[in-house]
């Protein structure tokens, strides 16, 4: 678990706010470095896809912290709030997007999704 948590924080993570930084920076998509990291993001993709193999939460049989550590991101890929202008958020969902390849991926989110959450009173 500490395994997958440092490599999603200190290198998963490392892709989106890069884009998002270049982005907010005025850099180009297209340069190489960009290109390089949006490529990385995307490919992480099949990461989880196998990650999810055999299992319906990415390393336990029940919902787990890698689960938690994880969703708040990847939950982007399947839908972002039309008034959300937060690039980083704008970068998760134009990169994370599951594709036909990730039925697995697809489906451990909307289980995420389906969890309850902590609410907060905004009275």
């Known amino acids: 678990?500490?395994?997958?948590?440092?490599?999603?924080?200190?290198?998963?993570?490392?892709?989106?706010?890069?884009?998002?930084?270049g982005r907010d920076a005025g850099r180009d998509a297209t340069e190489p470095q960009m290109a390089a990291w949006a490529a990385g993001l995307r490919g992480s993709l099949d990461r989880f896809e196998r990650l999810l193999a055999d299992r319906d939460f990415l390393l336990t049989p029940s919902v787990g912290v890698a689960d938690l550590a994880a969703f708040p991101f990847l939950r982007y890929g399947v839908g972002l709030d039309s008034e959300d202008e937060e690039t980083f958020h704008r970068i998760l969902a134009e990169h994370l997007r599951p594709e036909r390849q990730h039925p697995r991926l697809r489906a451990w989110t909307a289980r995420c999704d389906a969890l309850p959450r902590a609410g907060i009173d905004q009275s």
């Open 1 to 21: 678990m500490l395994v997958f948590l440092d490599w999603f924080d200190f290198v998963w993570k490392r892709a989106p706010n890069r884009l998002a930084g």
